[in-house]
């Protein structure tokens, strides 16, 4: 075990990584066999420290109630924790989310789930939307009670990260008994030693998502703006900041992911300027006002969210990153190793250029 | 003549083997320090005159003249140092105020020799400012807190008024009659051809000068000195001065004999009259009266000018900048106690106000901690030294700093802290026409634009050297700060770690 002093949120922790990810924009349903099998080859991106995958579509019977994924230190969190949740929250079920013994993952937390509704009368009484009230619990829970942390927190959707090589955690957690439309997957790589499974990525906030890999330059500016709106960064890692930023940007600020893209992965002036007149007015005005969320070093990113998802490389794109497609599945992963690990015959692969935004949408209705 | 308690505090040693009597010296010093003596065929000099402002030693073609620190001194005395005595024995002599100039002299702790900034090793590549794009450009300003869309969904593009500086810095405000014409045109020149901004100071904006209004700050300051309606819009903005940091809480005095006429037409005000600036604005006595003065500047410049409010940085700054921020100005400036000026109550510039780093760190995170940091840009002077400096203060918190003293050394200014005699030697902080004109505007502006220049090359490399490749992501950026001998009050204060830590 690790010391207590370098468990995460205690330090910063920088890391390197492995990301991947496959969708169908049919909404076609892969079990996670295929997730897993694309992390094979980048083994060396990770060092066991950390992985975890992200599944869209996974739980349809429970389609309209947000899965709640909680690690617990011990029953008596546990029980703290539920008691917290009972009085916001309506509970339709509570289980313990099924894991296979392997010697390779150990010191497991208790892991639990929940499929959850806010309140009628608790939401109306504080005047929020279902989202806000989760997201707002989420924070709650996460720093408040000491020994209970919310990893996944979306509808129809779930994370399943553990300490561990990516392609053990995947067969810890049994992925081949769930069906998803997209499937994110990271390995990671931290500079640091931490030793606790809410460490690893995927991070995410209601239904959002991100797999990173890189270390960001302008973590402390984004932070500290991100925190004025009521975002607590507890991790100190670039994921955490990056997933906040994004439901910032998108869900309170209302931006589309392309101009969530010209915020975070700004276009350079000299470039900008070069654009058309309505292009060049419309990118100066997003990095002029959302200045402060303009992130600089190296980064490939996959934000998932329902229906879909956006991969991003850094402006100079300092990380790398391709996509591939085959039929109605579109493949991303930081080598085309991964791609061919899924699919063998994987069409049109290309590398994304810095800054310019992939974004892959399930037909309208398929998901 | 009265006895002179004190010998004088500087030396005239002139080399008599190198003097070839060309009695440059003699001229060069308003100070009349240097004498010729036909009968002897021999200069001569009386120290008692010299401020040390080292033009004498600059002219003389043999290298003959140095000035240096006299070694004739009091008894020491850790408690009575020789300063604090002499001033004793000047204001036993005279009953009156001690003034001063420029900054701060006095060994208080300088943050920013404290502080220590980042730089990228292995996890992370530092990026080659000659090879990629670097960016420096800020736009200080109100933000919208959400964007605003017109019906069909795209985006409005509408930006309250905003300044555009291709890097970090500003020229701060000297007015015109604290210093030349010549200075003024200098940092004009410099600011245009830099595509930053230079400041008026409170004394009016010369006529000659409207031409670089673009990159103009006009300041409108408590004496209201050449304040009108065309002067307000012939700026880029306008600065409100409520205080600055050499002398917080009192006023100005530009005594007439400086009033020439240029300056009178300039000011508004009659040929010879002292020009006085109360200590506060008498139409400014609370919190909402700086809205209202902030909102009459904005009507008078129907909307198009970001309104800067211009402070010293005093114990309380965080709460009086959170004040300033919901009195609707686009911009803070808060200005430190080492902050030069061109004549101020010596006790005041040496004892009142709070260092700009600490003011700073306070503010960023008071404005934070209230959510309203992006309603507001943040600029802070007095004083910035290098382009290190400069770093640090973005990284702290600052949008952008504003520059003075090293504008004027850039000027040729060296610092003898004298400019309230009106006597430059280096035609920056005089009126006289014979010392005004030794200062060139053509090499002025190009020693400005020089200076900046360096520091933005500077500014680029240390940016390069931590990963980062826009001036935005390194503002508040304090995880690329360490401080190095710092107590753990400061440490939280500045919300920084310590190096190692």
């Known amino acids: ?367 | 003549m009265g006895i002179s308690y004190f010998a004088p505090e500087f030396e005239v040693i002139r080399n008599e083997d190198r003097c070839i009597q060309c009695r440059v010296c003699e001229r060069q010093c308003a100070n009349e320090v240097h004498r010729y003596d036909g009968d002897l065929q021999k200069m001569f000099s009386d120290e008692t005159k010299c401020v040390d402002c080292q033009r004498c030693v600059s002219l003389c073609p043999t290298r003959a003249m140095k000035i240096v620190k006299s070694d004739c001194a009091l008894r020491e005395n850790a408690n009575w140092d020789s300063d604090t005595i002499k001033e004793v024995y000047k204001q036993a002599g005279s009953g009156g105020v001690l003034l001063s100039s420029m900054g701060n002299p006095k060994p208080y702790p300088v943050y920013w020799d404290k502080l220590l900034i980042n730089a990228s090793q292995v996890t992370n590549p530092s990026i080659d400012p000659l090879r990629e794009p670097m960016e420096t450009r800020v736009f200080l300003g109100k933000k919208p807190t959400r964007p605003e869309r017109r019906p069909d969904g795209s985006l409005s593009c509408e930006l309250p008024p905003q300044l555009e500086l291709s890097m970090p810095v500003m020229f701060s405000a000297m007015s015109y009659g604290s210093i030349s014409y010549n200075a003024h045109e200098s940092l004009a020149r410099a600011a245009e051809e830099l595509g930053i901004y230079y400041n008026t100071g409170e004394g009016g904006l010369h006529e000659d000068f409207y031409a670089y209004g673009p990159n103009t700050i006009v300041q409108v300051a408590s004496g209201r000195f050449g304040v009108h309606e065309d002067y307000l819009n012939a700026g880029a903005a306008i600065e409100i001065k409520m205080g600055q940091g050499a002398k917080p809480g009192i006023g100005g005095h530009l005594p007439g004999a400086k009033v020439g006429a240029d300056i009178s037409r300039t000011r508004m005000i009659p040929e010879g009259s002292d020009a006085i600036s109360p200590a506060p604005h008498h139409d400014i006595y609370s919190i909402e009266d700086l809205r209202q003065l902030v909102y009459s500047l904005k009507q008078a410049t129907h909307h198009r000018k970001p309104v800067i409010v211009k402070v010293a940085a005093v114990h309380n700054i965080a709460a009086i900048a959170s004040g300033i921020a919901r009195s609707g100005a686009d911009i803070i400036a808060i200005d430190g106690f080492r902050g030069g000026t061109g004549a101020a109550p010596t006790r005041i510039r040496d004892s009142v106000g709070i260092p700009i780093e600490l003011a700073l760190a306070a503010v960023d995170q008071r404005l934070r901690d209230e959510g309203i940091r992006s309603s507001v840009s943040l600029v802070v002077g007095g004083s910035i030294r290098s382009s290190a400096d400069v770093v640090k203060a973005v990284a702290l918190g600052a949008d952008s700093v504003y520059v003075a003293t090293a504008a004027l050394l850039a000027l040729g200014c060296h610092l003898c802290r004298t400019c309230q005699t009106g006597k430059c030697n280096w035609g920056i902080a005089t009126q006289r026409p014979e010392l005004v004109k030794r200062l060139n505007p053509d090499i002025g502006s190009q020693r400005l634009v020089n200076l900046m220049t360096a520091w933005n090359h500077e500014i680029k490399e240390l940016m390069g050297g931590m990963g980062i490749n826009s001036i935005e992501a390194l503002r508040g950026n304090r995880l690329m700060l360490r401080g190095i001998g710092l107590t753990e009050k400061e440490l939280e204060i500045l919300g920084i770690s310590h190096a190692g830590a």
């Open chain 1, 1 to 367: 075990m690790t010391a207590p002093n370098l468990k995460e949120g205690k330090v910063r922790i920088p890391s390197g990584c492995a990301i991947s990810a496959v969708i169908s924009r049919e909404g076609r349903r892969m079990t996670g066999e295929g997730i897993i099998r694309s992390m094979r080859p980048m083994h060396e991106r990770s060092n066991g420290l950390g992985g975890g995958f992200a599944g869209y579509g996974i739980y349809p019977e429970y389609r309209d109630f947000f899965a709640l994924h909680i690690f617990y230190d011990n029953d008596s969190v546990r029980s703290e924790c539920e008691t917290y949740l009972r009085s916001v929250l309506e509970i339709v079920r509570a289980e313990n989310i099924p894991t296979r013994k392997l010697p390779a993952i150990t010191d497991e937390p208790l892991i639990w789930r929940y499929f959850v509704t806010p309140l009628r009368s608790v939401l109306q009484r504080m005047q929020l939307d279902e989202n806000e009230f989760i997201a707002r619990a989420v924070m709650r829970i996460n720093t408040t009670i000491d020994g209970a942390y919310v990893f996944s927190s979306g509808k129809n959707m779930g994370v399943f990260k553990a300490v561990g090589y990516p392609e053990d955690v995947g067969e810890f957690y049994r992925l081949e008994e769930y069906e998803a439309y997209c499937w994110t997957a990271h390995g990671r790589y931290p500079t640091n030693t931490p030793g606790w499974w809410g460490g690893a990525h995927p991070f995410a906030l209601l239904d959002r998502t991100i797999v990173h890999n890189g270390e960001i330059s302008s973590y402390d500016a984004n932070r500290r703006f991100i925190e004025m709106y009521g975002y607590k960064c507890t991790l100190q890692t670039d994921t955490e900041v990056i997933t906040y930023i994004a439901d910032f940007l998108q869900r309170k600020q209302g931006l589309s992911l392309s101009e969530t893209a010209s915020v975070i992965a700004a276009p350079f002036w000299s470039t900008i300027e070069r654009r058309p007149e309505a292009e060049r007015r419309q990118i100066s005005y997003l990095r002029t006002v959302f200045s402060s969320l303009l992130i600089t070093g190296p980064f490939s990113i996959i934000l998932g969210f329902s229906g879909g998802l956006m991969a991003l490389n850094d402006r100079l794109k300092l990380r790398s990153m391709v996509v591939g497609e085959k039929d109605d599945l579109v493949f991303l992963a930081s080598e085309e190793a991964a791609i061919c690990a899924i699919e063998p015959a994987a069409e049109n692969i290309w590398a994304p250029s810095g800054g310019d935004p992939v974004i892959v949408r399930v037909k309208e209705g398929a998901y």
